[in-house]
């Protein structure tokens, strides 16, 4: 089985910036893409971008612009600076790792962080 363990969440003010991480215990050929996802209180987990294996990203139109996602191969990890922090960001950051970036093909996930934007 494989875990993916994250690190990197935390509490900023607004403005500021944070760098999750996700590794994966090992290689697996049901991990195509990586990504992140993330769930606030009384909310949908929503998409907040993904890569697959040959570096092509998605981004919620949200985040555009101000987080970015990458990925080391070589280390199954991978990262998501997050910059320009909203209030609206609040939320428990899940790491995942599946076939796509559709949320139904998710084949492994992490134990989620929490990042808090407050003043």
């Known amino acids: 089985q494989v875990q993916l363990v994250e690190s990197g969440g935390g509490s900023v003010q607004p403005g500021g910036s944070l760098r999750l991480s996700c590794a994966a215990s090992?290689?697996?050929?049901?991990?195509?893409?990586m990504g992140w996802y993330r769930q606030a209180p009384g909310k949908e987990r929503e998409l907040v971008a993904a890569?697959?294996?040959?570096?092509?990203?998605n981004y919620a139109d949200s985040v555009k612009g101000r987080f970015t996602i990458s990925r080391d191969n070589a280390k199954n990890t991978v990262y998501l600076q997050m910059n320009s922090l909203k209030p609206e960001d609040t939320a428990v950051y899940y790491c995942?790792?599946?076939?796509?970036?559709?949320?139904?093909?998710?084949?492994?996930w992490g134990q989620g962080t929490q990042v808090t934007v407050s003043s």
């Open positions: 995942y790792g599946g076939t796509t970036p559709n949320i139904a093909t998710a084949n492994y």
């Open positions: 090992r290689f697996s050929l049901r991990i195509n893409v």
């Open positions: 890569i697959t294996s040959v570096l092509s990203t």
